[in-house]
């Protein structure tokens, strides 16, 4: 309603203007046309005054042949001395044009009350300074401008009465298509985001907002799949445990048992309580780590003495196993990021190789340049690989390759979150990471991160 309201009160505007438009323009034209006309109608009686001068009677005869000539066009003509003295003067004149004083130009046309007067000088030997005026008046352009507004006025008052129903029209049509987009925005819930806004195909603005918010829709419909997806499977994970806790203690309280048999319960409630906490625990890193895009709280890194150190912790771990450790040289690595997250992301890729590879393989560690502003940082094993199926999949949360494979190593059971935090923790310092694998032959993650000069010259080119 209020667009029409507008487009009524537009509508009308328009059509006043453009009627005073009209009319104004309608009387300049007629007026100018009119001052020409009587500016060469003063030409030519000049000249039949000069070629008939000094005969005054045949001067006289010829202006009251002229003035009788534009009888009906309602001109009259003058003809006044130097002094402004009238030498002769058409019987139709009106009387505030006698005696009129007008300057003395060699040619203009001037307004005196409702006349136009066009005056033109003759001069030449023994002229005494004549001035021929022929005027006119414009009664005849407001009657013409007052019939074009009899004309015009009717039909303004036609456009001003259908102009509500043009604009409901118009109002309904633009109006029609976010009605529709304001109808399923309506209906989207948050168990409910599989609807998306129809496309009209016309390409214009309402098509491109309606691209844009499907395109937004997809992404929290994505997001929200992936929390559900994520909670499902925090559950499925915390079930298992509490399920082996509440079974020992069940079997504790069923009958009497020996003290070693007690003993024996409790140790098991204290190994699933430590699955418990260390699940909880990579849940937590996991959410702070999505939630952690504040970089201001970032810090200068040696990412070489970060490796360095988790080298020398895992030493000891792998000689144990019987799996040679080595690196190569670890050049300077200065980054802009967390310590800690960074150092979990090193102890994460130290622990999966070592769990995966079997006594007598290898673990090697590199860090070097990876062009001029960024560093690569490799930890490739010999160990059992991962298949072509499951590779694509490791980063996924809670996501675990085939655990028969994992019995081949005597590895310990994980909760498919290690991987997962290592890439969000890369994905919040500007850095990527990715594996490359062949079944029984070994496993290799790269992780790039921007140097820390790089980053500054980053800052400094958005500032």
Known sequence: MRLTIWNTAVVLLAVVLALLGVRNGLRVSLVRETDQLLLDEADEVGLAIRQLHPNLEAIEQQM?????GHKELGWFLQLVDDRDETF???????????????????????????????????????????????????????RDVSRLTRLLVPLGIVLTALSPLGGYWLATRATSPLANVLSTARRLRPSNLGERLPLRGTGDELDQLSVTINRFLDRIANYVQQQREFVDNAAHELRSPLAAIQGSVDVALNSDRSVEEYQELLYSVIEECSELRLLVNHLLQLTESDNDSDQSTHENVALDEVVGRSLEMFRGAAEERNIELESGLLCPAPVRGHAVQLRQVVNNLLENALKFTPPGGRVRVTLARAGDDKIALTVADSGIGISAADLPHIFERFYQADRARQRQTSASRGHGLGLSICQAVIHGHGGSIDARSVLDQGTTFRVVLPLMHAERRLATASE
Do not use: I, K
């Open 88 to 142: 002769f003067s058409s019987v139709d004149t009106p009387a505030e044009m006698l005696n009129l004083h007008l300057p003395r130009e060699a040619a203009a046309v001037t307004a005196v009350g409702p006349y136009r007067v066009a005056q033109r000088l003759l001069t030449g030997p023994n002229m005494p300074g004549y001035a021929v005026r022929v005027g006119t008046s414009l009664d005849f352009v407001e």
């Open 64 to 68: 009251n042949r002229t003035a009788v």
